[in-house]
Nanobody
């Protein structure tokens, strides 16, 4: 089972930026799908952005134009650049990764956007 370690969360004012990172280890299989979910208090977990091994990306409508997902295949790391942050972006952000045999989650990192 791959292990995922996230970093980069924190507290930021509305309009600010944060960059999340997620490094995957413990697997020799290619990670063919990576991305980020988030979960705000009292809400369901929602997909924020994803990226395939070939670089194809997908974003939720709520973050399009503000967030950018990227990955470094050599490092098995995925990044989420978050710009123009809004208070409604406040949530715990979870990284995920999928290879041919497993789907794994990170431990989550808190992002808090103050108004």
């Amino acid at each position: 089972q791959p292990q995922l370690v996230e970093s980069g969360g924190g507290l930021v004012q509305a309009g600010g930026s944060l960059r999340l990172s997620c490094a995957v280890s413990g697997t020799r299989l290619s990670i063919n799908f990576m991305g980020w979910y988030r979960q705000a208090p009292g809400k369901l977990r929602e997909l924020v952005a994803s990226v395939t091994s070939g670089g194809s990306t997908n974003y939720s409508d709520s973050v399009k134009g503000r967030f950018t997902i990227s990955r470094d295949n050599a490092k098995n790391t995925v990044y989420l650049q978050m710009n123009s942050l809004k208070p409604e972006d406040t949530a715990v952000y979870y990284c995920f990764a999928r290879n041919a045999v497993a789907f794994s989650w990170g431990q989550g990192t808190q992002v808090t956007v103050s108004s």
